[in-house]
């Protein structure tokens, strides 16, 4: 039986950027219900949409860092929309940050638009590696990482066929 294929470094990265931003949005909700249910909530439906939405993004990254790491196709995937969503967060937050610092008259520094690009560029490129990679597309069919062997005999098998042919 052929090795697996070992765990791409992508895949790596994107199951620890989607399993921080699983735990800080798991423990985000957890904190809301306890200052819900210790002090109240004063609007009760609002309190509960929101509470379930973004729960929904929290299982969305769970399910993303679980199914890459038992190789399953959907796991891939959902770590493709768990990014995406991650990438556009990131470029209406970039963005709007940029924005407000040229209307209130600061002076944009270098290093913030660096730091904009590495982010949303970054994300977009794991995305985009995630999905289309030929390692990761190997990593979960559960192809071999190395080619097979041919023994000695085929070698002598096919310079025969080559000399006669």
């Known amino acids: 039986m052929a090795p697996k294929t070992k765990r791409p470094i992508s895949v790596w990265i994107a199951q620890i950027i989607l399993g921080i931003y699983a735990c800080g949005i798991t423990l985000i909700v957890l904190w809301g219900l306890y200052k819900g249910l210790s002090e109240g909530i ?3 439906e609002l309190y509960l949409v929101t509470t379930v939405g973004v729960l929904t993004f929290a299982t969305l990254f ?3 860092v679980w199914g ?3 190789r399953k196709s959907w796991g891939r995937w959902l770590g493709v929309a768990g990014l995406t969503i991650l990438l ?3 470029v209406v ?3 709007s940050r940029l924005v407000a610092e040229t209307k209130s008259g600061e002076s944009l520094g270098f290093i913030r638009i660096l730091l904009a690009v590495l982010v949303v560029g970054g994300l977009a490129y794991l995305a985009f ?3 289309t990679g030929d390692t990761v597309d190997k ?3 559960g192809e071999s990482a190395k080619a097979p062997n041919v023994s000695e005999a085929d070698h002598a098998d096919n310079a025969n066929s080559d ?3």
Do not use: D, L, R
């Open 68 to 70: 890459m790491a038992i």
């Open 163 to 165: 000399s006669t042919g």
């Open 139 to 141: 990593f979960f069919s």
């Open 62 to 64: 769970f399910g993303g």
């Open 93 to 95: 937050t970039q963005t």
């Open 129 to 131: 590696i995630i999905a």
């Open 88 to 90: 556009i967060s990131g």
């Open 42 to 44: 004063p609007n009760p």
